[in-house]
């Protein structure tokens, strides 16, 4: 199957900084890809949905001015955390999709665990 | 808006074992469901992909079934290891983007 990878698998951040969070596809080409954030004991939650070229489509509830996501190629799209707070930390998974969106699954990445002390 | 609920939040079986996770879903127009397999830490790895036409999709000792009307899914395990102890998750996909996460259900697998 299709591999994403996600870097870094973990950061640790002072509170007030940035993080840049990268998601690769490494042998495909995606023309979407998503991001979710996942609380402790809790499901994944669609944060966005980033097309290659084109504006991130967020999710109902999430900051688009906190949470920057860019794609700017057909392998690669990263989500900023802006200016952390302890609230954001969570497990961030990226995951990107082929071009037949409805028949075709998702590939995860393995995910970042950020951690904002 | 879709809702996907799983039943049980926790299993814990001895290794052999034949055992069913309960994935249900409140809008029965769906793409597909999938069960997902999540490690503790880690991301997902897709185990099943049921297209909205089929009923049920078979891998090795796992076979998932569908019943769209009903808003059901479920996964058969047959022969439990311990290996198999993880998180399972099912998403319901509904529109080209959407996938709608259950909270899953921790598997155990008792030696």
């Known amino acids: 199957g299709a591999v994403v990878s996600q870097h870094p698998s973990r950061v640790i951040c002072k509170s007030g900084t940035s993080v840049k969070i990268e998601c690769r596809s490494l042998?495909?080409?995606?023309?979407?890809m998503f991001w979710y954030r996942q609380f402790p004991k809790q499901s994944l939650m669609l944060m966005a949905t980033?097309?290659?070229?084109?504006?991130?489509?967020?999710e109902q509830g999430v900051e688009k001015d906190k949470f920057l996501i860019n794609h700017a190629s057909l392998t690669l799209s990263t989500l900023t955390v802006t200016s952390a707070h302890p609230e954001d930390s969570s497990f961030y998974i990226c995951?990107?999709?082929?071009?037949?969106?409805?028949?075709?699954?998702?590939?995860f990445g393995p995910g970042t665990r950020l951690t904002v002390l | 808006k879709q809702e996907v609920t799983q039943i049980p939040a926790a299993l814990s079986v001895p290794e052999g074992e034949n055992l069913v996770l309960n994935c249900s879903f409140t809008?029965?127009?769906?793409?597909?469901l999938q069960w997902f397999r999540q490690d503790p830490g880690k991301g997902l790895t897709s185990l099943l992909l049921?297209?909205?036409?089929?009923r049920e999709q078979t891998s090795g000792r796992l076979n998932a079934s569908l019943d769209k009307s009903s808003g059901r899914s479920t996964l058969y395990i047959a022969a439990s290891q311990p290996g198999d102890s993880a998180t399972y998750l099912c998403?319901?996909?509904?529109?080209?983007?959407?996938?709608?996460f259950g909270t899953g259900t921790r598997l155990t697998v008792i030696p």
């Open positions: 995951s990107a999709g082929g071009q037949r969106m409805i028949t075709d699954t998702q590939y």
């Open positions: 042998d495909f080409q995606a023309t979407t």
């Open positions: 980033s097309n290659e070229g084109s504006k991130a489509t967020y």
């Open positions: 809008d029965s127009a769906i793409y597909n």
């Open positions: 049921i297209q909205s036409s089929q």
């Open positions: 998403a319901a996909q509904t529109g080209a983007n959407n996938l709608f």
